[in-house]
């Protein structure tokens, strides 16, 4: 039997989807299980134990969301706002969506609280006395990084409250930021480590999943960086430093509290607090406007004066245009600092003064930088000869810049954007309940194998956009949280260090789905979506060729197979649930994707839309032919993330 006509099992290729509720027999079998899990070693791929250990770190930070967005009068946030302001019993539904977006800013505002936590525990905590690296230690951090062998995790009384480990969960699941950051600011330790699995494994209930750390724990992190272990006793407010005289004062995380601001602009107009995205406040002593734009203009204007004072280099310069860390003090992504240097600094340094009036904003500065790279004197200054700016050195501007995008933090990357996102993936992996599973381990053990297959086929599509599934992604986020380990596995199968985008546009993103699929079908003689919602069936019915149905009848007859079994799964739920049972369905990865608003964008995604049309078509007449269930047509059931090559 040729490989193109293997039959497949359908036993064997769809991850099973399972009821949550489990015999007293089975819960006693996984408490033992969780209890037993081998953590203390790292390895090359991730294993069996790390994904075990990995859900149930999902399912406490579920239960703390859940927790948070519904305690009502949270930040004197009350669930009655949405009756009052839709207090007619045909408003029902916009009461329903306010009381959402209530909820919504809780926990937004309790993960901006947390980033700031996360900020002066990675300061104080984490190798308190590290220092920036400067230009001319660049090679010598990226050798102690790549050859560093020791590694100490930290201990179950060292561990961060949860809100914190959360935050640092997000910044891990950005690997190339993560690997930034860990460099620029020395944390050589962080990255070598990785998360703590024994440590955190620990500490949740097998059970419950309840994150309970010891009092030493308490005790230290409270001593070590003045803050409360619990996020709700803590920081009721915000201390900030005026750029212009240096003075801190306390400005609200919110003030979104009033029913006419609900009412009149919605939540992401009302509030001028920190966590409010109109933030504004003037500084009580100098009378300063400060707001996102300004913070983020002066982080700029900070990070300048470290390069010209102290030779640190720009954030998004540290890492070569391939995610790598430098092999030499001379390579284009360090172009940015260059340019700077060449003469640039002295103009911005005058415009981004932060007594300047109207305040220099972020797209000031991109606008500058622009016109230094038509500038051939500085082009000239900067490297020597004044030619056009190449690819590679535009990409390093572009890298530079992304920096200050939407964000005003140390960091490279918006954490709180970042552990919002993560939102979605979390309650997918809920709703899935592959942690209630009593072949849990059998099935990590299969979506690892798949994730390999993922692997290879960034492997064989160099530059093309890959999109896991939910279980892929499952073992995709688990590897990355070993960061050193999952650096060294990226780079000996593709020679990149692959990251980890959740930020891509919600047609490339469908596009980029239906070729993952394809390809893997073709190289696996699988199926890659284990899923038969209408999203899924038409993706893989793009894909299928009536010719292909023809040549190749074992392989699409295997296919039938599996999909039927897979479609008739429902039947089987306890409740006869169909929409539960859906939720459990292994479907693209579950991030959140981008709605652009350029109409170039929209014009694709509307051909994108009407391509999944005709196939779903197609789809609804093979199910019909087959004998199968028909996917009902719904909003697609996916999202984002993947692969930037």
Same mark, same amino acid.
């Given at each position: 039997?040729?490989?193109?006509?293997?039959?497949?099992?359908?036993?064997?290729?769809?991850?099973?989807?399972?009821?949550?509720?489990?015999?007293?027999?089975?819960?006693?079998?996984?408490?033992?299980?969780?209890?037993?899990?081998?953590?203390?070693?790292?390895?090359?791929?991730?294993?069996?134990?790390?994904?075990?250990?990995?859900?149930?770190?999902?399912?406490?930070?579920?239960?703390?969301?859940?927790?948070?967005?519904?305690?009502?009068?949270?930040?004197?946030?009350?669930?009655?706002?949405?009756?009052?302001?839709?207090?007619?019993?045909?408003?029902?539904?916009?009461?329903?969506?306010?009381?959402?977006?209530?909820?919504?800013?809780?926990?937004?505002?309790?993960?901006?609280?947390?980033?700031?936590?996360?900020?002066?525990?990675?300061?104080?905590?984490?190798?308190?006395?590290?220092?920036?690296?400067?230009?001319?230690?660049?090679?010598?951090? @990226?050798?102690?990084?790549?050859?560093?062998?020791?590694?100490?995790?930290?201990? @179950?009384?060292?561990?961060?409250?949860?809100?914190?480990?959360?935050?640092?969960?997000?910044?891990?699941?950005?690997?190339?930021?993560?690997?930034?950051?860990?460099?620029?600011?020395?944390?050589?330790?962080?990255?070598?480590?990785?998360?703590?699995?024994?440590?955190?494994?620990?500490?949740?209930?097998?059970?419950?999943?309840?994150?309970?750390?010891?009092?030493?724990?308490?005790?230290?992190?409270?001593?070590?960086?003045?803050?409360?272990?619990?996020?709700?006793?803590?920081?009721?407010?915000?201390?900030?430093?005026?750029?212009?005289?240096?003075?801190?004062?306390?400005?609200?995380?919110?003030?979104?509290?009033?029913?006419?601001?609900?009412?009149?602009?919605?939540?992401?107009?009302?509030?001028?607090?920190?966590?409010?995205?109109?933030?504004?406040?003037?500084?009580?002593?100098?009378?300063?406007?400060?707001?996102?734009?300004?913070?983020?203009?002066?982080?700029?204007?900070?990070?300048?004066?470290?390069?010209?004072?102290?030779?640190?280099?720009?954030?998004?310069?540290?890492?070569?245009?391939?995610?790598?860390?430098?092999?030499?003090?001379?390579?284009?992504?360090?172009?940015?600092?260059?340019?700077?240097?060449?003469?640039?600094?002295?103009?911005?340094?005058?415009?981004?003064?932060?007594?300047?009036?109207?305040?220099?904003?972020?797209?000031?500065?991109?606008?500058?930088?622009?016109?230094?790279?038509?500038?051939?004197?500085?082009?000239?200054?900067?490297?020597?000869?004044?030619?056009?700016?190449?690819?590679?050195?535009?990409?390093?501007?572009?890298?530079?810049?992304?920096?200050?995008?939407?964000?005003?933090?140390?960091?490279?990357?918006?954490?709180?954007?970042?552990?919002?996102?993560?939102?979605?993936?979390?309650?997918?992996?809920?709703?899935?309940?592959?942690?209630?599973?009593?072949?849990?381990?059998?099935?990590?053990?299969?979506?690892?194998?798949?994730?390999?297959?993922?692997?290879?086929?960034?492997?064989?599509?160099?530059?093309?956009?890959?999109?896991?599934?939910?279980?892929?992604?499952?073992?995709?986020?688990?590897?990355?949280?070993?960061?050193?380990?999952?650096?060294?596995?990226?780079?000996?199968?593709?020679?990149?260090?692959?990251?980890?985008?959740?930020?891509?546009?919600?047609?490339?993103?469908?596009?980029?789905?239906?070729?993952?699929?394809?390809?893997?079908?073709?190289?696996?003689?699988?199926?890659?979506?284990?899923?038969?919602?209408?999203?899924?069936?038409?993706?893989?019915?793009?894909?299928?060729?009536?010719?292909?149905?023809?040549?190749?009848?074992?392989?699409?007859?295997?296919?039938?197979?599996?999909?039927?079994?897979?479609?008739?799964?429902?039947?089987?739920?306890?409740?006869?649930?169909?929409?539960?049972?859906?939720?459990?369905?292994?479907?693209?990865?579950?991030?959140?994707?981008?709605?652009?608003?350029?109409?170039?964008?929209?014009?694709?995604?509307?051909?994108?839309?009407?391509?999944?049309?005709?196939?779903?078509?197609?789809?609804?007449?093979?199910?019909?032919?087959?004998?199968?269930?028909?996917?009902?047509?719904?909003?697609?059931?996916?999202?984002?993330?993947?692969?930037?090559?």
């Amino acid at each position: 039997m040729s490989k193109e006509d293997r039959d497949l099992s359908p036993t064997e290729s769809p991850p099973p989807s399972y009821e949550s509720a489990v015999t007293n027999g089975q819960n006693d079998d996984l408490t033992a299980a969780f209890s037993s899990l081998k953590l203390g070693a790292q390895t090359v791929k991730p294993s069996q134990d790390q994904c075990l250990a990995h859900l149930k770190l999902l399912e406490a930070f579920h239960s703390l969301r859940e927790e948070i967005a519904c305690t009502d009068g949270l930040f004197d946030i009350h669930d009655s706002i949405s009756q009052s302001a839709f207090p007619e019993t045909s408003q029902r539904k916009e009461r329903a969506e306010l009381l959402l977006q209530i909820r919504e800013k809780r926990w937004a505002i309790y993960v901006t609280k947390a980033t700031q936590r996360y900020q002066i525990w990675w300061q104080k905590v984490v190798e308190p006395h590290s220092k920036m690296v400067k230009h001319e230690d660049l090679l010598s951090a @990226a050798k102690k990084l790549s050859f560093e062998t020791s590694f100490y995790p930290l201990p @179950a009384d060292e561990l961060p409250p949860l809100d914190v480990v959360m935050v640092w969960h997000a910044h891990m699941l950005n690997p190339r930021d993560f690997l930034e950051d860990c460099m620029r600011y020395g944390k050589f330790s962080l990255w070598t480590a990785g998360l703590p699995w024994p440590a955190i494994n620990s500490c949740i209930h097998n059970e419950t999943f309840e994150y309970q750390c010891s009092g030493a724990a308490v005790k230290r992190f409270e001593s070590d960086t003045g803050l409360k272990w619990d996020n709700l006793n803590d920081m009721r407010s915000l201390k900030i430093e005026c750029a212009k005289c240096y003075v801190r004062f306390e400005t609200p995380w919110t003030t979104c509290t009033s029913v006419d601001k609900w009412r009149e602009n919605g939540p992401r107009e009302s509030g001028q607090g920190f966590a409010d995205r109109l933030f504004r406040v003037n500084c009580p002593y100098c009378k300063t406007s400060i707001n996102h734009e300004f913070l983020r203009a002066q982080k700029f204007n900070q990070n300048l004066k470290n390069l010209m004072e102290d030779d640190l280099p720009m954030p998004g310069t540290l890492l070569d245009l391939d995610g790598k860390m430098m092999t030499s003090h001379r390579g284009q992504h360090l172009f940015p600092n260059w340019l700077l240097k060449a003469g640039l600094y002295k103009e911005m340094q005058v415009l981004l003064d932060p007594s300047r009036v109207p305040s220099w904003t972020i797209e000031d500065v991109r606008k500058s930088v622009e016109s230094a790279l038509a500038d051939r004197n500085i082009l000239k200054a900067a490297r020597g000869f004044a030619i056009k700016p190449r690819k590679a050195e535009k990409v390093s501007i572009r890298r530079m810049m992304s920096r200050y995008w939407a964000n005003s933090s140390i960091f490279a990357l918006d954490l709180v954007g970042a552990v919002i996102r993560q939102g979605s993936f979390i309650e997918k992996m809920h709703a899935i309940d592959w942690i209630h599973s009593p072949t849990a381990a059998s099935t990590m053990g299969r979506l690892i194998n798949k994730y390999e297959r993922f692997f290879e086929i960034m492997e064989r599509n160099p530059g093309q956009l890959a999109v896991p599934t939910l279980d892929v992604d499952l073992a995709w986020h688990t590897h990355q949280l070993t960061p050193s380990s999952y650096y060294a596995y990226s780079l000996s199968k593709t020679s990149i260090f692959i990251s980890h985008d959740d930020k891509i546009p919600d047609f490339s993103l469908s596009t980029a789905f239906e070729r993952t699929s394809k390809l893997y079908q073709s190289l696996f003689h699988e199926i890659y979506s284990e899923c038969t919602c209408w999203y899924c069936e038409s993706i893989r019915e793009s894909h299928t060729s009536t010719a292909s149905r023809l040549l190749k009848p074992s392989t699409s007859r295997a296919m039938e197979n599996s999909l039927r079994a897979i479609g008739g799964s429902s039947s089987t739920h306890p409740d006869g649930d169909d929409d539960d049972d859906e939720k459990k369905r292994v479907h693209i990865s579950a991030h959140s994707a981008i709605q652009p608003r350029d109409e170039s964008s929209r014009i694709k995604a509307r051909a994108q839309a009407v391509k999944l049309d005709q196939a779903y078509r197609k789809a609804v007449k093979h199910a019909k032919r087959n004998k199968r269930p028909i996917p009902q047509r719904q909003e697609a059931n996916k999202g984002g993330g993947y692969a930037e090559s």
